[in-house]
């Protein structure tokens, strides 16, 4: 199983970035997908969840700002970011429950990772 995460790079304060994610493998099924960061010396934290069903969680912090969505059929989800900060500056990761084929078990997979960087 891959996610692919693509869309990070560097802005001004005020500008606006998206993030998409792919997931690809062997995969039976997908549940929750979305967003975490982590800032040079702190600790990774959620951003944004959106459920199968799409239900969405989003955190305080980025309320107004953020949208998350996904598309079922292409395994993907998208955080448009928008008003960007200098301090949402970080490291965006992608987050899925992944069911992997000829399992019944659920495990969470991470991307590698893809660089945001807001300058004010």
């Known amino acids: 199983v891959q996610l692919v995460e693509s869309g990070g790079g560097t802005t001004h304060s005020g500008g606006s970035l998206r993030l998409s994610c792919a997931a690809s493998?062997?995969?039976?099924?997908?549940?929750?997908m979305g967003w975490y960061r982590q800032a040079p010396g702190k600790q990774r934290e959620l951003v944004a969840t959106?459920?199968?069903?799409?239900?969405?969680n989003l955190a305080n912090f980025v309320q107004g700002r953020f949208t998350i969505s996904r598309d079922r059929a292409k395994k993907t989800v998208y955080l448009n970011m928008d008003n960007l900060k200098p301090e949402d500056t970080a490291t965006f990761y992608c987050?899925?429950?992944?069911?992997?084929?000829?399992?019944?078990?659920?495990?969470?997979?991470w991307g590698q990772g893809t660089q945001v960087t807001v300058f004010s």
């Open positions: 493998g062997n995969i039976r099924s997908l549940d929750t």
């Open positions: 959106i459920t199968d069903d799409y239900r969405v």
């Open positions: 987050y899925a429950e992944i069911s992997l084929r000829g399992t019944v078990t659920w495990g969470d997979f």
